[in-house]
């Protein structure tokens, strides 16, 4: 069963920092990009918005205007897990954060969803 599996949130200050982690079964990362998207409490459109993209075909990293120069997507391809790392975290931050796969960072189907980690932002 093709799956990714979320980790890492909890409760930060602000400033502080976390490490979420994605982690898939049932097939290879790197074959994909991975998405990390985030749905906020408040969102009035109950969307999940893009925050990072890493491709599969060389890397390459996309951002968020929010999140840029604050988190940093990596993959680690023998651990078959891809991390945001967040750092000066913000109140606006808070959100369930999702991973997702697909086959670009400009591609509409992301899938194999997890179930999100919670990210909450507050002092």
């Known amino acids: 069963q093709v799956q990714l599996l979320e980790s890492g949130g909890g409760l930060v200050q602000p400033g502080g920092s976390l490490r979420l982690s994605c982690a898939a079964s049932?097939?290879?990362?790197?074959?994909?990009?991975i998405g990390w998207f985030r749905q906020a409490p408040d969102n009035p459109d109950n969307e999940r918005k893009g925050?990072?993209?890493?491709?599969?075909?060389?890397?390459?990293?996309f951002y968020a205007d929010s999140v840029k120069g604050r988190f940093t997507i990596s993959r680690d391809n023998a651990k078959n897990t891809v991390y945001l790392q967040m750092n000066s975290l913000k109140p606006e931050d808070t959100a369930v954060y999702y991973c997702?796969?697909?086959?670009?960072?400009?591609?509409?189907?992301?899938?194999?969803w997890g179930q999100g980690t919670q990210v909450t932002v507050s002092p």
């Open positions: 049932g097939f290879t990362l790197d074959d994909y990009a």
């Open positions: 925050v990072s993209c890493i491709s599969s075909s060389d890397g390459t990293t």
């Open positions: 997702a796969a697909d086959k670009s960072c400009a591609g509409r189907d992301f899938h194999s």
